[in-house]
């Protein structure tokens, strides 16, 4: 499944919302908010059909829950799309009673009693609560043919740009394969999502890098791409910010690559950074 968590709430209730999200991207979890830049509605696409692909891409179904609920057509109507079986959990911030068309799809289904007056002292409650029913509803690891299956489905998807589709397919598959260098540079590409990499946010740059560093090359043979696409973030967000930029340098990184054509067609194709001196050194070799 592309994500981990879906959070369905009302406008009143955003806030709470938005600091769950942020809490379980924090803490490595794929979630997807309508409100999200990075995870989220995007435009060009119809808003319906994102929410119900989203909902139903995703393993639990998280309902941030108050009297505002009752009252809102497009709740019920996400809480209708869930997939037969999918793990639902209820985060309250009231306790007033479900409406009947709520309490015919949630009677019964766990509930962490938050509150809004309280809410800040018992949000840690909700992370490990999550992550085991995660952990209850996750698929057995795949291999052989399906783990094939797998990754290629990640790259058509990120071949049809489809950036927040591939990230999650493609962290699948890093789960089964750890040791993939390609499924980690897809999956940075696809994290990437065709932003400038001088606009990224400090979390977001630490976490390229930390899926990134396990596959750099720092030996005399092999394959450098991973450098390459390592150094392209690392000098767009900290070179072109003026940040100074932690090891490893841009020269360890760059010593020795002979970057091949698949994969700087794949870079060009995914990222435009023309003030960027690495992308700048990659088009001007392979660009026709």
């Known amino acids: 499944m592309p994500n981990d968590v879906f959070i369905s709430y009302c406008q009143p209730d955003k806030n709470e919302a938005r600091y769950i999200h942020d809490l379980l991207q924090a803490n490595g979890l794929v979630s997807w908010i309508a409100i999200s830049g990075s995870n989220g509605v995007r435009s060009g696409k119809p808003y319906e059909g994102q929410l119900v692909d989203a909902i139903q891409g995703s393993r639990v179904f998280l309902l941030v829950y108050s009297n505002y609920c009752n009252e809102s057509t497009e709740v019920i109507k996400e809480v209708r799309n869930r997939v037969s079986g999918q793990a639902t959990m209820i985060v309250r911030l009231d306790s007033s009673a479900f409406s009947?068309?709520?309490?015919?799809?949630?009677?019964?289904?766990?509930?962490?009693?938050?509150?809004?007056?309280?809410?800040?002292?018992?949000?840690?409650?909700?992370?490990?609560?999550?992550?085991?029913?995660?952990?209850s509803k996750a698929a057995p690891k795949a291999a052989g043919s399906t783990d094939r299956l797998l990754f290629a489905s990640g790259l058509q998807r990120l071949e049809q740009k489809d950036y927040a589709g591939a990230a999650g397919i493609l962290r699948q598959h890093l789960s089964i394969a750890p040791e993939n260098a390609e499924t980690r540079w897809y999956l940075a590409l696809a994290l990437i999502a065709g932003r400038k990499t001088r606009?990224?946010?400090?979390?977001?740059?630490?976490?390229?890098?930390?899926?990134?560093?396990?596959?750099?090359?720092?030996?005399?043979?092999?394959?450098?791409?991973?450098?390459?696409?390592?150094?392209?973030?690392?000098?767009?967000?900290?070179?072109?910010?003026?940040?100074?930029?932690?090891?490893?340098?841009?020269?360890?990184?760059?010593?020795?690559?002979?970057?091949?054509?698949?994969?700087?067609?794949?870079?060009?194709?995914?990222?435009?950074?023309?003030?960027?001196?690495?992308?700048?050194?990659?088009?001007q070799t392979f660009a026709r």
């Open 199 to 283: 606009r990224l946010d400090k979390l977001q740059v630490m976490r390229l890098e930390e899926l990134l560093l396990p596959a750099v090359n720092y030996g005399k043979g092999g394959d450098k791409y991973v450098n390459v696409l390592l150094a392209v973030v690392k000098f767009g967000y900290y070179c072109s910010n003026g940040f100074k930029v932690p090891s490893p340098s841009l020269e360890q990184l760059m010593t020795g690559v002979a970057l091949g054509e698949d994969k700087a067609e794949q870079l060009l194709t995914h990222l435009n950074e023309p003030d960027n001196k690495i992308w700048q050194m990659v088009w």
């Open 100 to 135: 009947g068309d709520l309490s015919y799809h949630l009677k019964g289904l766990p509930c962490i009693n938050a509150g809004r007056d309280r809410f800040m002292a018992t949000i840690n409650e909700i992370l490990p609560e999550v992550q085991q029913l995660i952990r």
